[in-house]
């Protein structure tokens, strides 16, 4: 999915922490063209830019929509779609065509550029989108795909999880990962407690059914310390986190840099139409990349 804002802001991020709790409220952003999808994007939020490397997070539905993202670049970073309920088709300039679904994940990896498309016919569709910063050592590696149609899962009293990245109580998702982190969808049914590593920082996020910790439309954000989580209600929630994010970027429309030459870089090369590969079998014609802000791009803190 991409940041289809015409005139995005910068968004600074990096290494200052934060509040004990916070609750980040979601702002509606269109997909764009006349029947446009609307996401919810809770991170990057006013205050706060980051949970462990998660830099991103879009949710949408359930609603009835079609899907409909052109060709578009991204850099230094991994997408990771996941899904409640509907299908959504991936296309990438590495050639990888592979349709998503409930319960399975599609994790791209930018590093040094790629270009790819989203879409779906019109049906119900609900789910999120998140984007992982990669670190410095790993942010120029070769693209990369990944589908995973099933992935472990881990549970307790009270609730179970699939772990979608990273490892929750000892189990390991297969996805590849590039810092400390988790990501899982938790089924809670009563009243149950969640392991967590205590030096991550976390992200709860409901995505159905009532769950008394997090409300609709929010992404609460807890901060490093908890060795537990106490979860109560039946619904289900993502879970996201990870080691505090100990450098500072410039994330802007789809890239993820350092400077703002580099930004600048990548829109250039995305409108020369070099660097980021080719996008075969959608039918229509590639993102335009947004105008460059008058004032500098510059790396920043993780909380503003």
């Not at 060709?71 to 990888?96: A, I, K, Y």
């Not at 993502?238 to 410039?250: A, H, R, S, T």
């Not at 600048?264 to 139409?273: L, N, S, V, Y």
Request: with cysteine; charged share 20%.
């Amino acid at each position: 999915m991409s940041n289809l804002e015409r005139e995005p802001q910068e968004i600074r991020c990096g290494a200052d922490a934060g509040a004990d709790r916070e609750v980040l409220t979601g702002r509606e952003v269109p997909l764009g063209g006349p029947r446009a999808m609307t996401v919810s994007r809770t991170l990057p939020g006013a205050h706060r830019r980051m949970i462990g490397a998660w830099c991103f997070v879009d949710a949408y539905g359930p609603e009835l929509a079609r899907m409909r993202v052109p060709p578009h670049p991204h850099t230094g970073l991994q997408t990771v779609s996941w899904l409640v309920e509907g299908e959504v088709l991936h296309l990438d300039s590495l050639g990888s065509r592979q349709e998503v679904r409930p319960g399975q994940l599609n994790l791209m990896t930018a590093g040094r550029g790629i270009s790819h498309s989203e879409e779906s016919p019109q049906t119900v569709l609900h789910g999120v989108q998140l984007w992982v910063a990669l670190p410095e050592e790993h942010r120029h590696v070769a693209p990369g795909f990944e589908h995973h149609p099933s992935l472990p899962g881990s549970g307790g009293p009270g609730f179970d999880a699939t772990v979608i990245m990273g490892s929750l109580g000892g189990v390991r998702s297969p996805a590849t990962a590039y810092s400390p982190l988790v990501a899982a969808e938790i089924a809670v049914d009563g009243q149950g407690e969640v392991p967590l590593d205590p030096g991550f920082e976390h992200g709860l996020m409901p995505l159905g059914g009532a769950v008394e910790q997090v409300d609709q439309g929010t992404l609460v954000y807890l901060p490093p310390g908890r060795s537990r989580l106490r979860l109560s209600g039946r619904g289900r929630v993502l879970l996201i986190g990870g080691e505090p994010f100990g450098e500072e970027i410039v994330m802007w429309w789809n890239f993820v840099g350092r400077s703002h030459e580099e930004i600048a870089a990548f829109r250039k090369e995305w409108m020369e139409g070099t660097g980021f590969g080719s996008v075969e079998g959608f039918d229509g014609a590639p993102l335009p990349a947004p105008v460059l802000p008058a004032i500098r791009l510059k790396p920043r803190g993780r909380v503003r």
